[in-house]
């Protein structure tokens, strides 16, 4: 039975599905239109009671909060498709410790630039440049720190791809992309190569693919 997730158009469902992916776990997409307010519909609350996204459906089973489904998923079939956790207690404390400061330090920055500047315009409120301008400096600085780690390892949390590498891809494509900021990963060496790794890894061309597509035949 295939994993269905809910609002593949947006960043954190993105995160599942590239999980999914890497897992080799079949999965379907469930279209959720925020614009329109699918979110706050009673059937949706009764998967998601705080009517955001993602949420899963495994069978009788349902989960909401992207980076909890993805520990789920790279914990229940470890031995399945690529090790996102780490091959010790060691290294999945490191990829847990990365993967909350992307929670915590990386995308509060990052989520503000991206309503600022591709939310806002297309539900005609004006955008905030000063919110802007102070949401660019502190991912700056916090970028700072991810080149520094990354100058002493190839991912976050060693030399092994993980989930503290895959959560930051949807909204750091948004920064390279439509919020058109790309400068802020090129301008940091290691931080750029990272990028470059991890953006080109299958599992995102094909999210990416299947955006391209309107999701139609996943």
């Known amino acids: 039975m295939a994993v269905k997730v809910y609002g593949p158009a947006y960043a954190s469902p993105k995160r599942v599905i590239a999980c999914l992916i890497e897992k080799g776990i079949d999965f379907e997409t469930i279209p959720i239109d925020l614009l329109k307010g699918e979110h706050k519909a009673p059937d949706f609350l009764q998967l998601q009671p705080f009517g955001s996204l993602p949420v899963i459906q495994d069978g009788d089973y349902t989960l909401f909060e992207s980076r909890a489904i993805m520990r789920y998923y790279a914990a229940k079939y470890k031995l399945q498709g690529t090790d996102l956790l780490g091959g010790s207690m060691e290294e999945t404390g490191l990829v847990d410790q990365w993967l909350e400061v992307e929670a915590h330090n990386f995308n509060p920055h990052i989520y503000s630039l991206t309503i600022q500047i591709m939310f806002y315009?297309?539900?005609?409120?004006?955008?905030?440049?000063?919110?802007?301008?102070?949401?660019?400096?502190?991912?700056?600085?916090v970028l700072d720190v991810y080149?520094?780690?990354?100058?002493?390892?190839?991912?976050?949390?060693?030399?092994?791809?993980?989930?503290?590498?895959l959560s930051h891809l949807p909204f750091t494509q948004y920064l390279v992309g439509p919020i058109g900021k790309e400068y802020m990963i090129r301008s940091r060496k290691h931080?750029?190569?990272?990028?470059?790794?991890?953006s080109g890894r299958d599992s995102w061309k094909r999210v990416l693919e299947l955006e391209s597509k309107g999701w139609a035949g996943n």
Do not use: H, M
């Open 121 to 141: 315009p297309a539900v005609g409120t004006p955008t905030d440049e000063k919110a802007v301008a102070e949401s660019e400096e502190k991912l700056g600085k």
């Open 191 to 198: 931080v750029s190569a990272w990028w470059d790794d991890i």
């Open 147 to 165: 080149e520094q780690r990354l100058s002493e390892s190839k991912y976050l949390a060693g030399d092994f791809f993980s989930l503290a590498d």
